[in-house]
Every structure is written in structure tokens, then in C-alpha cells.
């Protein structure tokens, strides 16, 4: 039994003793995309209960064509409730020489080598999320898959596997130790030494693979770079871990793009050119002698510059407190203005709308004129209590006489998943602690003010004394998740946007 199409770099036929795979018919070098799959059906991460879970895969499986259905229930699986086509040939390995990774933005299924990968060699990827020893890899793999891994790694003879599972012990180990949040703290060039130590038995364990505790382990050690201010280190790093995980996920990958953009350093700036790049800034930095200083945020409660709804100028008005010219003919915005609201209902019935309630209580549509119509959105996104932010909006007029905001630019909208009143609160608190008053900044936890305080590293807008206030934050003042919602670059943009007047339009990323 076989099967090839015009292309392929591998066939799937019957694999002695293992039943049907996917085997190379060529040799496939190390980051060569060797299968890309949109889903058959797709259901949501995060779903409260197995039977609401069951309920949305029927209505997707009923949703199939007559052939989909069908080959939907004749693939086999240890639980007879979920499948993959093509993917699903590719069978589990503890050593794998494939990797399979979802790509958000062609919304397909990829597996990438990541080794050279022989002529005739079955591919193989890897099913568990992380890499552990023997013992609790087969107790993985028979509770969630009902099956024993008899690969190279699982069957090594008892004193290599020995050696190996204590390699991968202490990989565990080391990688707690590198995101050890208190560690990075107090020892940070510890932090250092482990990743280092970390990546030397990758090497050795994975003989050479490209796996993803390469790419993580470079990143970490990016982080704990740039935690130090050792900038110069941390561009390599970053490059080294875009390289690693290019090979996992292809250079189309979001993440790799975004690491690359991270360490391209550009050249023939001025120096506020250069500025604006470094704190990844749409409009040229303030300057110290400026109203609106570096470490200067802006207010989402400021009703001038994050109006209500009865406060939007009117897409038909020339409003003089929005706009200015500087010929008399021609008119351009005179200051940055983002309308927030939250999701109250999602509408899709004909046009694509999100009903949304602004700071004042006022309820209004958001009506979508984008060329996808609202496709552009991230589904995760699309839940009651979400917050939308609106950059320039302009009240609109509907035919059916009602007045709400006509959205026609993909990059002027963005959904933060927090509510209103949880994204005001954050605010609050930026204004609060993450701001410079006469030279100083106070701690979060203690609320001590001080110039010498230590900066979190993954959000860079919270300031500690030491670690044990650090840790206080995070456990007891909320900044675990603040510390989420603030890695994400448009809600450091909106934070940013300039209060001192408007060069240029400010807008989201997308992603």
C-alpha cells in the first residue's frame, strides 16, 4: 500500500511491524518544510468542559463534506474522538527527526526536519510536550496515546539508557533553573551558565537535532541578557535562537520574523530615528526637554485622548479639537485619540459586527468594512468582555439610522483579552509605579521611591527594590498577569502613544 503525490519527499506505505507511515523517498536536508496541512475541522483551545468540547467537534464533523466525514472516521485513534489526516501517518519518537508546529498566519499544520533525514527513513516526530526520561515518557505516551515507544532512545540497553536519563534529568532541571523567576534576580550570571550547560547536553543528548529546547534555551538566555542590559550579547542570542527555531517552523514562522526583527540592528539613522526603532516606537521618541519625557505614559481614564463614544468626532465634521491644518485646504489629526470600549455581543448575521460598551455605558456598533470582513481577527479574540480599542475613530451613521463606528482599516483595530475595567486598572497602575517623578520611581510592592530600583525584564515596566519585593508583586499585587497583557508590543504602543502632539498615524501590528 502506498501513497505519493507529484512533490512529496516522502511516500506512506506499510512500515514492518508498525503499520502505515510516512517514509522519505529522497534524502530531506536539516528545515525542509516536508508537510504543510490546513485542518480537516477546528475546535477551540480553550473550551470550559469535555462535553462542550464534544458538542463543538460534532457541529465541525457534521459541518464536512460526504468524502471529509468519511475519511475523518477512518483513521485510526487510541481514544476514537480526534484524527489528522497526513499528520496522523507521522508517528511519535523519543529521538524524532520531524517537527510539526501550527503556523497562525497560514493557519496550517507544518512538520519541518530537523536533521538530515535519510532515503527511506520513516519520519518521526515527537508527541509529549517536553523531554523526560523513559519511565515517564512511556507513562505519557500509554495514559494520552495507548502506546509503548519502542524507538532508538526508548530501547537503548540499560547502562546508555541510564546515562541518557540522567542527561535528561538534568536538562529538566537546568531549564527550571533558567526560568526561575527569583534566580534571574539574584543570579543572574547563574541563569547564564545554566542555559549554556543546558544547550551543551542538548548536543549531546539530541546528536546534533535542531529540537525546540535548542531555540528556548537561546531565547532564556536572551532574556537573562537583556535583563543585564548586555545588549551586545543579547543580539547575538536572539539570532541564534531565530536560526534554531527557523529550522522547526520555517522563516515564515511569526515568531522567527519577530526574533529577526529583534536583532536587525539598522543602520544610517539619526540618532531619534534610531531612538524610535530602539523602543519600537511608530512616532520619533519625546525628548527630555519635551512635555511628555521618556517613562511618561498614557492615561486610558484621559477622556481627551481615550474619548467615549458622544465624544468621537463625526466622520462628516471637521472637528477643530481633533484635526488642524497648516494650509488652510487640507487637514490631518492634531493629536493621537483611541476610542476603548468592551465586547458586549458579537453579531454575525449579514455584516460582521461587534456591539461594545464605552466608559460612559454608551452601547454602540462596530461594524466591519474590512476586505475580510472580519476574518482578519484572531478567533481566541473574539469573546464577550474582551476590550476593543479603536485608533481615530469617528462616529458613523448606519442606512438602518442607527450611529456607531464603520471599522475599514485591519491595522487601526485591536482586541486585548482583558476586560475594560481590568485594562483601566492596569493603566492605573502604570501611572503608579512604572512612572519617573522628578528623576525616581517606586517600588510596587513596598511602594518605596528610589533612582536605583531593578526593572522586570519581561514586561520592562515595573520596578523592584530587590527580589523579595519582586516576588511579593507577583504573588500578591497582581503582577503575574499584568505582566502578560504588558509583553504584548500594541498595548506598549498604545501605553506610549505621544501626548505632546501627532507626527504620523499610530498603528497596531496584528499580532
Not at 502506498?2 to 508498525?18: H, I, P, R, T
Not at 485510526?76 to 497562525?104: M, Q, S
Not at 499544520?109 to 526520561?133: F, P, Q, S, V
Not at 540592528?265 to 511608530?282: D, H, K, N
Amino acid at each position: 500500500m502506498s501513497a505519493m503525490d507529484a512533490g512529496k519527499v516522502y511516500v506512506l506505505q506499510e512500515v514492518d511491524g508498525k503499520g502505515l507511515g510516512a517514509v522519505a523517498i529522497t534524502k530531506i536536508a536539516k528545515g525542509t518544510r516536508i508537510l504543510s496541512e490546513s485542518p480537516l475541522l477546528r475546535v477551540p483551545r480553550e473550551v470550559p468542559s469535555k462535553d462542550e468540547w464534544d458538542t463543538a467537534l460534532s457541529k465541525e464533523i457534521a459541518a464536512l463534506g460526504d468524502d471529509q466525514r468519511q475519511a475523518f472516521f477512518s483513521l485510526y485513534d487510541a481514544f476514537e474522538d480526534e484524527a489528522t489526516r497526513e499528520h496522523g501517518i507521522v508517528r511519535t519518537n523519543a529521538l524524532p527527526n520531524a517537527r510539526h508546529t501550527w503556523n497562525k498566519d497560514l493557519q496550517r499544520l507544518n512538520i519541518h526536519a530537523i536533521r538530515d533525514i535519510d532515503k527511506g527513513e520513516e519520519i518521526t516526530t515527537m508527541y509529549i510536550a517536553e523531554r523526560a526520561n523513559r519511565a515517564a515518557r512511556q507513562l505519557v505516551l500509554q495514559r494520552d496515546f495507548r502506546f509503548t515507544c519502542a524507538c532508538q532512545l526508548c530501547s537503548l540497553p540499560e547502562p546508555q539508557r541510564c546515562l541518557s536519563d540522567a542527561r535528561l534529568d538534568e536538562m529538566l532541571r537546568l531549564d527550571g533553573s533558567v526560568n526561575d523567576h527569583r534566580q534571574l534576580v539574584t543570579s543572574p550570571l547563574q541563569c547564564l551558565h545554566d542555559a549554556r550547560e543546558l544547550l551543551s547536553l542538548c548536543e549531546e543528548e539530541l546528536e546534533g537535532i535542531d529540537d525546540g529546547t535548542v531555540a528556548c534555551a537561546y531565547y532564556d538566555a536572551f532574556e537573562i541578557a537583556i535583563f543585564n542590559s548586555d545588549v551586545a550579547r543579547a543580539a547575538v542570542l536572539i539570532g541564534r535562537a531565530a536560526t534554531a527555531r527557523a529550522v522547526l517552523e520555517g522563516e515564515d514562522s511569526p515568531a522567527v520574523r519577530e526574533y529577526r526583527e529583534i536583532g536587525d540592528v539598522p543602520s544610517g539613522l539619526s540618532a531619534e530615528e534610531f531612538s524610535a526603532w530602539l523602543w519600537r516606537e511608530t512616532d520619533p521618541a519625546p525628548t527630555q526637554t519635551s512635555p511628555q519625557a521618556a517613562d511618561q505614559y498614557a492615561d486610558f481614564r484621559n477622556d481627551a485622548m481615550f474619548p467615549c463614544f458622544d465624544e468621537l468626532p463625526g466622520e462628516n465634521d471637521l472637528d477643530l479639537d481633533f484635526y488642524e491644518s497648516t494650509n488652510g485646504v487640507s487637514y490631518r489629526p492634531s493629536m493621537h485619540w483611541c476610542f476603548i470600549a468592551e465586547i458586549v455581543e458579537i453579531e454575525r448575521f449579514m455584516r460582521f459586527r461587534l456591539v461594545v460598551e464605552d466608559k460612559a455605558r454608551n452601547q454602540i456598533p462596530v461594524a466591519f468594512y474590512t476586505s475580510h470582513r472580519g476574518g482578519e481577527l484572531d478567533p481566541l479574540c473574539l469573546e464577550k468582555g474582551y476590550t476593543v480599542a479603536v485608533l481615530y475613530g469617528e462616529q458613523h451613521g448606519f442606512l438602518d439610522m442607527s450611529v456607531g463606528i464603520r471599522h475599514e482599516n485591519p491595522a487601526s483595530l485591536k482586541i486585548f483579552r482583558v476586560s475594560l475595567e481590568g485594562l483601566l486598572s492596569l493603566s492605573d497602575r502604570v501611572q503608579q509605579y512604572a512612572t519617573v517623578v522628578e528623576g525616581a520611581r517606586t517600588c510596587q510592592a513596598c511602594g518605596r521611591t528610589a533612582e536605583t530600583l531593578k526593572m522586570c525584564a519581561r514586561c520592562t515596566f515595573f520596578w523592584y527594590c530587590d527580589k523579595e519585593c519582586q516576588t511579593r508583586a507577583w504573588k500578591e499585587k497582581g503582577h503575574k498577569g499584568d505582566c502578560k497583557l504588558l509583553k504584548d508590543p500594541d498595548l506598549q504602543g498604545l501605553l506610549r502613544l505621544p501626548q505632546d502632539g501627532f507626527r504620523q498615524v499610530h498603528e497596531f501590528s496584528g499580532r
